[in-house]
């Protein structure tokens, strides 16, 4: 079983930035195929923001924070981390962080493919 945490959720200026962390204990994080970082909006569904796969290395971005956001983990620390910076107030969501067994390419936004949730952080951009 695996646990994941989010923190550093928070209210921040557009513009502005923050760092989401992600806490994994239960199993070590070198032992996930995909940890992916996703977020939900109120009236909207749950959407793939980024993820990063132990199969090929290669970390996954939406387009709509392509060149803003980037994720980074610490196998060592258990911890997954996602920088946003140059937020806008369509980016205010709670973000989830989410872990996988597997890797499914190109499919790796989809919230059903991912085993375990942590209890999501809020983030809110406004002025």
């Known amino acids: 079983q695996v646990q994941l945490v989010e923190s550093g959720g928070g209210l921040v200026q557009p513009g502005g930035s923050l760092r989401l962390s992600c806490a994994a204990s239960?199993?070590?994080?070198?032992?996930?195929?995909?940890i992916g970082w996703f977020r939900q909006a109120p009236g909207k569904e749950r959407e793939g923001v980024s993820c990063f796969s132990s199969s090929d290395g290669n970390t996954y971005y939406a387009d709509s924070v392509k060149g803003r956001f980037s994720t980074s983990r610490d196998n060592a620390k258990n911890m997954v981390y996602l920088q946003m910076n140059s937020l806008k107030p369509e980016d205010t969501a709670v973000y989830y962080c989410?872990?996988?067994?597997?890797?499914?390419?190109?499919?790796?936004?989809?919230?059903?493919?991912?085993?375990?949730w942590g209890q999501g952080t809020q983030v809110t951009v406004a002025s």
């Open positions: 989410a872990a996988a067994w597997n890797f499914y390419g190109s499919s790796w936004y989809l919230p059903s493919l991912y085993d375990f």
């Open positions: 239960g199993s070590a994080l070198s032992y996930l195929y995909t």
